[in-house]
C-alpha cells in the first residue's frame, strides 16, 4: 500500500475516532504507518500507554522490543529512560483520585533500584495505610531537562538527583470558594524523601490574570449546589478518555464528560487542572540575564484554565501567557490556547533550544463571562483542532506550529523536540504518535495496537531516546 493511501486510512479511522462514533470503521490500521528512515531521527520510542500497567519500548520499525510491568501511567504520566536501559515511572494507586502512589526506578530486568513515596499516608479502601505521593499527570529529574533527550544532558539512574513531583492536596481556600478542594501541590524532594520546596495554586489565584467574571465562574464552580445540570456531569478537568484513564492499573475510573471541575464522594473540586510541571533548566534567557528564566523556576500548565505561568523560588508567578489571548497583540496573533498540555522550554543542545514547545489541544476550557454555549462561564473557548506551537517566551511570538487536518487529541498528549530539528508529537486521544519535519511532513507514524473496545489504544505520552540509552537491545 502506498504511504498516501495509508496515511488516507490512518486520518480517517482518527477523525472518526474523534467525532463520530456511531461511524467508527470496525477496522483500524495499527502499527508502524510511514517509514521514511532517511528523513528520520533513529531511535527508541518509549510508550506511556493509558489502561495499561506497564511500559513499552518500540524499535523504528514499530516493533515492542521491551516490556517493563507494574507501572501507572495512567493516574502518574510519562515513564522516562535513562542510559544504561533503566526505567523511571510511576506505580500504585488511590482509589477515587487520578493519583500514583510511588515514583519507582527499575533496571533492565525489572529489579528494583529505587523508590519514592514519602509525601503523604492515605487510608486505602481496604482500611490499609500506606505511603503516598500523591502524584498525578508530570514529574521531572533535575538532571533531565524537560524529561527527554538533549546532547547537552546525561541523566542517570541514581536517587542522587532531586525530583518535581505535581501532586494533589485537599483543602478549602475562601478566596477561591466554599467548597473541599482537589487543590494543585508542587513539591521537591531529595533523594532521602525530604521535601525541600512546595507551592500550592490556590494560594496564587490573585496572580494568574482572572478577571472578574473568569473570578465569579470560578466561585460558582467550586460552590457545592451552584453548577447547573451541564457543568455538573462533567468530569474534574479531563474529557472522558482521561477522566477515565485510571482503569483497573489505578484502581478505578472517574465520571466521564468534557472539561470544568467536578466534584465526586471520594474527591475534592479540581478547579486549577494543572497537567503539566517542568523545571526550566539551562537555557539561554538566563544566560542572557532574563532571571525570569531561572533554570529551577517551574513553568506549569492549566487545562482548566487555558493558561501557562512559570514560577520563581519564592512561589510568586514570573511570566504568564493567558489565560486571556486578547490581552496582548502578541497574545493575539498566537490565537487562544485552550485544554493544552506538556509545555516546556526545548532543552539546550537542541534546534529551537529555550523556547517553548506546547502541545495545545483545543477542546472546551477556560472561564470567563456567561455565554449561551457556556452559561456558567466555565469552559467558554472551544476548538475542535489541535495543534503544536513552538514560541519565543520572550517575544511572545509564534517561530513554529503544526497543525493539518483532521489533527485533534481532545486530551493528554505532547510534542519532542529531535536532534535533528523534526518534533516526535503524541496525538494521545487516538493513540498517534509521528515524527514531523519543520515543513510539518509526516516521515514516521506509529498507530498504537488496540484497546480492548477495538479502537487504537491512547497514549498519555511517547518520548524517542538515543539507541545507546538502552545497549541490551540490539542496534538497529
Known sequence: MQATARRVLVLSAMFLTAGQMAAAPSVFPTGLIVDERGATWGGYTVLSRLQAPYVVVLDMNGKIVKQWDGFNTSAGGPARIVPGGNVIATSGANPGHQESTSLVAQDFSGKELWRLDRNVTITQADGKQVNSLRQHHDWQRSDFPSGYYSPASTPSATAAARTLFLTHVNRVVPAIGPGELEDDRLIEMDADGKITWEWRAGDHIDEFGFDADARKAIRISVTPGQRGASAGAAAAGEPAAEAQSAGPAAGGARAGGRGGAARTAARG?????????????????????????????????????????????????????????RATPELLAIGQISGQHHAHLIPKGLPGESNLLVFDNGGASGYGAPTPMAPQGMNISARATSRVMEIDPVTMKRVWMYNATGFYSTNISGAQRLPNGNTLITEGAGGRVFEVTTAGKIVWEYLNTLAPNGRPGTIYRAYRVPYGWIPQLPQQ
Not at 544566560?287 to 520563581?312: E, M
Request: charged letters at 25%; zero cysteines; a positive charge.
Open 269 to 325: 473540586i479540581d478547579w486549577f487542572h494543572t497537567n503539566s510541571a517542568t523545571w526550566l533548566g539551562p537555557n539561554k534567557w538566563f544566560d542572557a540575564g532574563d532571571r525570569r528564566f531561572a533554570p529551577d523556576n517551574v513553568i506549569i500548565s492549566s487545562r482548566n484554565s487555558g493558561l501557562l505561568v512559570i514560577i520563581g523560588r519564592d512561589g510568586k508567578i514570573v511570566w504568564r501567557m493567558g489565560p486571556d489571548f
